[in-house]
């Protein structure tokens, strides 16, 4: 596989190390290296032929990303009548536009994604150009980050799926604490600039997670004839008891936690529908 990622990406060949055991790997705690990966995935496995992102900014995996997408389809399998061509909305969709970029690719949705940081809209415009997708992916700007889909969402637009990967932290200081943590689990190099890079707009809302994700599902309702599932991402599980009584406080209609497993990563999605 390797080899065949090197070949789609010649420069990835320069991060590649032989580990003790005699596999081969790259660090994933470098930004260079596993960008570098990702531009290789992203061409080999989704023709995905130009993609980059400035350092400093969050580096998405691109296989834990994919099933994000995979885990919302098999859902929705059971509940629409095809998974095929969604209409979906990604917010908060990065300078990485990983999302629309990935869900266009394996099952064919189109997406509107929303941002509120200026330079990862323009580099999400760049990617959308220089990939041809201008006519499947539609980035709309957040002027005010307290929204999420006032401003964005259109009257009489209807969508099927709203996916998010919510900014994490209540603050850079919680932030930074975390990936320190990250870092010392992974017993990578504390002085690489790490994958767990972020900007302060990308990776903090006053409240975090749970603030950002209870004010998405409130907007959600606001919304309810014209989003039929909403989605998000939910790192901290500690969260999901709290969200599930907000959600049934709203009086949703149907949730579920769809649970995915990456190595030995848990992560959670939300998925409701009012
Ligand atoms: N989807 C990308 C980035 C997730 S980080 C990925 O999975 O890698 C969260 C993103 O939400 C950041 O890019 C941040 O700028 C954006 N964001 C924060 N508040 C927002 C809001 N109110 N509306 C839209 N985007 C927002």
Not at 44 to 69: E, K, M, Q
Not at 113 to 127: F, M, N, T, Y
Not at 142 to 160: A, C, G, M, S
């Amino acid at each position: 596989m390797l080899d065949v990622l090197v070949k789609a990406e010649p420069i990835l060949e320069q991060y590649i190390f032989t580990k003790k055991d005699g596999n081969k790997t790259i660090d994933f705690g470098e930004f260079e290296a596993v960008r570098a990966l990702n531009k290789a995935l992203l061409k080999s496995c989704y023709n995905i032929t130009f993609w980059d992102i400035p350092p400093g900014h969050l580096c998405p995996g691109v296989p834990g990303r994919a099933d994000y997408i995979h885990y919302a389809a098999e859902f929705l399998n059971t509940k629409l009548d095809s998974v095929k061509n969604l209409k979906c909305i990604d917010i908060g969709t990065g300078p990485s536009i990983i999302y629309p970029l990935l869900g266009h690719r394996i099952h064919n949705w189109s997406f509107i994604a929303s941002e509120v940081d200026e330079v990862s809209l323009r580099c999400a415009k760049g990617i959308i150009e220089a990939n041809g997708l201008g006519s499947v992916i539609e980035l709309r700007r957040q002027k005010d980050r307290n929204l999420i889909l006032k401003n964005i969402v259109k009257p009489h637009e209807r969508i099927d799926l709203l996916m998010c990967n919510p900014p994490f932290y209540a603050s850079i200081e919680e932030a930074t604490e975390k990936s320190k943590r990250k870092i010392t689990n992974l017993k990578l190099r504390k002085t690489d600039r790490s994958t767990f890079d972020g900007t302060k707009s990308e990776l903090t809302y006053p409240g975090g997670e749970l603030a950002f994700v209870k004010l998405l599902i409130s907007e959600s309702l606001e919304f309810r004839t014209q989003i039929k599932w909403s989605s998000a991402l939910i790192s901290n599980r500690q969260h999901i008891p709290n969200l599930i009584k907000f959600l049934e406080f709203k009086k949703v209609k149907e949730y579920s936690i769809l649970k995915m497993h990456l190595g030995n990563k848990k992560l959670r999605i939300l998925i409701w529908s009012f």
